[in-house]
């Protein structure tokens, strides 16, 4: 009996010395306990997005502004201190994504969301002209019509109770698919764009099942589970649903299409332009292929959509708590827009301030990406620690959101924090991350959300049965455990 305990322990001390076999000064850091080899997996092991959500708030609690989670030989440095997130962030270095975000890659290829080095410096070059003024305005054009739709939409519901994610999420998913691809999805009720809208819908689920399990984290593994398949399957009608628009948007693509001079009035009106055009236009000239324009449609479709979807979904839920910022909001639209039902012009866009408030106040509490993750490719010191290549460091948004010492009296919904109050440290609020790698589509988002939160809060009185605030869950974006049910009275009938 001893000899085998001997052995046993000999044998997982020869492997723990194989495995893991260098000390850092990280391992000197909180965090939740580490055992010899496995580290803290057992923790994560099979657990919900809801327990996950729940663990890593708990951990940010009970360690504090750092600590290290250990996956077998991964060491995870989570941080939610505004000094190390500056650090990590504004690092010209610190660009590349950490293992999670491999789980995309069959997806989205390297596109500007996971690619680094010189590939994505070469691709935001090229995609930065996509959200010039110019031609957001062109795309505001397509928000306005899609909110008119929306409106008519929520005007049936007849004053009833409505939830809230699926109506909105087909707003963002139409606008994202006009103002990407040049495609309208509502209008296309074929069997493969019905197909592609639950497909994109419903992948982001198994990516955090899979996160979840790490035995399905090896590919090959993965495709032999029911999970990979079903994966494998909606890949598929993601990438020819794509494949199929590029081709077509190809036929009728003439040279000079995708150029625009910054002062052409007629973008928006007579002509009406896609970032894909944007994307042949850098095909025709060499710049790229027609893989990197597949990448780059899949990677739009994909940070496009859902996640300005959370952002109105929460926007409107505090909306319809707040009377009182309701009532402002109202004010402030009426004093822009009259009684009319004129379009907003982009100057009254810009002048929505307090509306922009809301936008922030509300990504503050709910930013629809609740964390980011590096992967470190150099050593580097975060301020007195020095973290080795091979660390990946987990940025909590969420956390640092929260934080008493940033924000005072932080669960409260205050978007006057936002208006002309003390300045906010510029790393402290970081809903669209910061530094280099920073949300390439910020623009395109708070436009699409001012589009939106007038059009709806113009036309209707909003409320709510329960104002108690829903139970979270994150799998890449942050999501609620139960429907968000909202009242949209019309004001006018
Ligand atoms: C409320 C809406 C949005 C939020 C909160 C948001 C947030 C973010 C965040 C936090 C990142 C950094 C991701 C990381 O470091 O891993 C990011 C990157 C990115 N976002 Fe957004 N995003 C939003 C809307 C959009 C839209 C509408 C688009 C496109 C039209 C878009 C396109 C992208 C792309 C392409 C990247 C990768 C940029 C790069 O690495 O160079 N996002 N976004």
């Given at each position: 009996m001893f000899l085998s305990l001997f052995l046993v322990a000999l044998i997982a001390f020869i492997v723990w010395r194989i495995v893991d076999d260098e000390v850092t000064p990280l391992d000197k850091l909180p965090g939740p306990p580490r055992k010899p080899i496995v580290g803290s997996t057992f923790e994560f092991l099979n657990i919900s997005p809801r327990e996950m959500f729940l663990k890593i708030r708990e951990f940010t609690r009970d360690y504090g502004d750092r600590y290290v989670i250990k996956i077998f030989k991964r060491r995870i440095?989570?941080?939610?201190?505004?000094?190390?997130?500056?650090?990590?962030?504004?690092?010209?270095?610190?660009?590349?994504?950490?293992?999670?975000?491999?789980?995309?890659?069959?997806?989205?290829?390297?596109?500007?969301?996971?690619?680094?080095?010189?590939?994505?410096?070469?691709?935001?070059?090229?995609?930065?002209?996509?959200?010039?003024?110019?031609?957001?305005?062109?795309?505001?054009?397509?928000?306005?019509?899609?909110?008119?739709?929306?409106?008519?939409?929520?005007r049936g519901a007849g004053g009833a109770e409505v939830s809230l994610m699926p109506v909105i999420s087909d707003y963002t998913l139409f606008t994202i698919c006009e103002t990407a691809m040049g495609t309208q999805l509502d209008a296309d009720k074929s069997k493969s764009t019905l197909a592609y809208k639950k497909a994109i819908m419903d992948i982001g689920a198994l990516l955090l099942a899979r996160l979840t399990r790490v035995w399905l984290h090896n590919d090959y593994?993965?495709?032999?589970?029911?999970?990979?398949?079903?994966?494998?399957?909606?890949?598929?009608?993601?990438?020819?649903?794509?494949?199929?628009?590029?081709?077509?948007?190809?036929?009728?693509?003439?040279?000079?299409?995708?150029?625009?001079?910054e002062d052409d009035e007629s973008i928006g009106k007579k002509k009406r332009l896609a970032m894909l055009d944007l994307l042949l236009e850098a095909e025709n000239k060499g710049e790229i292929d027609f893989e990197g324009i597949r990448e780059e449609v899949n990677t739009f479709m994909f940070e496009g959509h859902d996640t300005t979807a959370m952002a109105v979904v929460f926007g409107l839920m505090l909306i319809a708590d707040h009377q009182d910022v309701q009532d402002r909001l109202y004010e402030e639209l009426q004093t822009i827009l009259g009684d009319s039902d004129k379009a907003p012009s982009m100057a009254d866009l810009n002048d929505m301030k307090f509306l922009e408030a809301i936008i922030k106040e509300t990504l503050r509490l709910y930013p629809s990406v609740p964390f980011i993750a590096r992967e470190i490719t150099e050593d580097f010191m975060l301020d007195d620690i020095p973290i080795k290549k091979g660390v990946e460091i987990a940025v909590h948004i969420y956390d640092l959101h929260r934080r008493a010492d940033l924000f005072p009296d932080p669960e409260t919904f205050k978007?006057?924090?936002?208006?002309?109050?003390?300045?906010?440290?510029?790393?402290?609020?970081?809903?669209?991350?910061?530094?280099?790698?920073?949300?390439?589509?910020?623009?395109?988002?708070?436009?699409?959300?001012?589009?939106?939160?007038?059009?709806?809060?113009?036309?209707?009185?909003?409320?709510?049965?329960?104002?108690?605030?829903?139970?979270?869950?994150a799998d890449m974006l942050i999501r609620t455990e139960e429907p968000v049910l909202v009242k949209f009275i019309p004001r006018k009938v």
């Open positions: 440095l989570h941080i939610n201190s505004v000094k190390d997130v500056e650090i990590v962030l504004s690092h010209s270095r610190n660009i590349k994504k950490s293992m999670p975000y491999t789980f995309l890659e069959a997806w989205l290829g390297t596109g500007l969301l996971l690619s680094s080095g010189a590939k994505w410096h070469k691709r935001r070059k090229i995609l930065t002209p996509t959200f010039h003024f110019n031609i957001l305005k062109s795309f505001a054009v397509v928000m306005e019509e899609r909110t008119r739709g929306l409106v008519e939409r929520l593994i993965f495709r032999k589970f029911p999970i990979g398949k079903q994966f494998e399957k909606y890949l598929h009608q993601v990438h020819s649903f794509a494949d199929n628009v590029i081709m077509e948007r190809k036929k009728t693509w003439r040279p000079g299409q995708g150029d625009f001079k978007p006057d924090r936002f208006l002309n109050g003390d300045p906010i440290h510029p790393y402290a609020f970081v809903p669209f991350s910061a530094g280099p790698r920073n949300c390439i589509g910020q623009r395109f988002a708070m436009l699409e959300m001012k589009c939106v939160l007038s059009g709806i809060c113009r036309n209707f009185k909003l409320s709510r049965t329960t104002n108690a605030r829903p139970a979270l869950t």
